[in-house]
């Protein structure tokens, strides 16, 4: 807290000079507490976010260079630019991002599975990404929903757009099972059955309040 001798006002941000007169503010030695600087604490976070995607995008050239001398089998720097790419949507997305919980939750975790597939084909394609990680991300998606919805019981119904949405995600292992690119049928089809039931489950415990929800977004 800042004061004006000529003015006699006390100013309580962090200002210079007396908004009235414009005189040099003298300092308080006393200072009373006061909120923290949120603003500030969001602005050095997100000014550490443009280091570090600089310094990225340094180690990316620098990795596309090393490829390209060795010709390796492996492409590092599709992988490790994977890896870079992914901590930036930590940062950018979950660190500093204005999105709530939920949506952070859900979509930080298809992310990984989106980039778990990239990183498996970047390395040869062996096939356990889309064996293993694509199914076991949308069904920890549908166990993380449900153990939301038993959280927030009163809001629930606010739910039933990402059930449906794992749904569409689920048929995606289901026809890649289908045309021969999945080897496995029971992680193929067990994300679709569980995100059905959890969707049919809350539409049938959730009675009216479900289907008043669901005509209220598609607007029926």
């Known amino acids: 807290m800042s004061r004006c001798r000529k003015c006699n006002v ?5 200002a210079e000079s007396c908004p009235l007169c414009h005189s040099v ?3 308080n030695e006393e200072m009373e507490n006061m909120y923290p600087n949120a603003r500030y604490a969001t602005k050095k976070m997100a000014f550490f976010v443009r280091i570090y995607m600089f310094c990225a995008i340094i180690a990316e050239f620098g ?10 089998e492996i492409k590092w720097s599709i992988v490790i630019g ?12 979950a660190v500093i991002g204005k999105t709530g919980y939920r949506s952070k939750i859900i979509v930080l975790t298809l992310v ?15 096939g356990w990404a889309v064996d293993f990680v694509l199914s076991a991300g949308i069904i920890v998606v549908d166990i993380v929903i ?17 059930q449906i949405l794992m749904i569409l995600c ?4 289901t026809t890649l099972y289908i ?9 193929a089809f067990a994300p679709l059955f569980l995100s059905s039931f959890l969707f049919l489950g809350t539409l049938i415990i959730g009675g009216p309040r479900a289907r008043t929800e669901l005509k209220r977004r598609f607007h029926i």
Not at 10 to 14: G, K, P, S, T, V
């Open 170 to 173: 689920s048929i995606i292992p």
């Open 112 to 126: 990984t599975v989106l980039i778990a597939i990239a990183a498996d084909f970047a390395t040869g394609y062996h």
């Open 10 to 14: 006390e100013i309580l941000d962090a």
């Open 82 to 93: 994977l890896l870079l790419l992914y901590l930036y949507t930590i940062f950018r997305y």
């Open 146 to 162: 449900f153990i939301l919805m038993m959280c927030n019981h009163r809001n629930w119904q606010s739910y039933i757009m990402w």
């Open 25 to 27: 503010l003298e300092q």
């Open 179 to 187: 045309v021969g690119i999945e080897r496995y049928p029971h992680l």
């Open 63 to 72: 990795l596309i260079i090393f490829d390209l001398s060795r010709n390796a």
